[in-house]
């Protein structure tokens, strides 16, 4: 039986991923306010579990990195929310 535990992030990992989270909604100009009251905070709580296990993590950096204006982040399991989720000044 494979160990599970192998799947799981380590602290430093966590920490990357979460801030490339962040980086990724000011990049698509989420209204992070918003964000976190949709559903009680629970979509943001999903969001959240999406990115920590997410298996785009590298592509993700590299968007950020450098293509980040130029075409969308329909690699990423959380563009739909980010999308519906757009500051008002924008």
Same mark, same amino acid.
């Given at each position: 039986?494979?160990?599970?535990?192998?799947?799981?992030?380590?602290?430093?990992?966590?920490?990357?991923?979460?801030?490339?989270?962040?980086?990724?909604?000011?990049?698509?100009?989420?209204?992070? #306010?918003?964000?976190?009251?949709?559903?009680?905070?629970?979509? +943001?709580?999903?969001?959240? &579990?999406?990115? %920590?296990? *997410?298996?785009?993590?590298?592509?993700?950096?590299?968007? #950020?990195?450098?293509?980040?204006?130029?075409?969308?982040?329909? +690699?990423?399991?959380?563009? &739909?929310?980010? %999308?519906? *989720?757009?500051?008002?000044?924008?």
């Amino acid at each position: 039986m494979p160990n599970s535990r192998l799947l799981w992030a380590t602290k430093e990992e966590l920490s990357q991923r979460y801030a490339l989270m962040d980086q990724m909604m000011e990049a698509q100009g989420v209204d992070v #306010l918003a964000a976190i009251r949709v559903d009680g905070g629970l979509a +943001f709580i999903e969001a959240r &579990a999406k990115c %920590r296990y *997410c298996q785009h993590a590298g592509v993700c950096r590299r968007w #950020l990195l450098g293509d980040g204006g130029r075409r969308a982040a329909d +690699f990423c399991p959380n563009v &739909a929310f980010f %999308r519906s *989720c757009p500051r008002l000044d924008s």
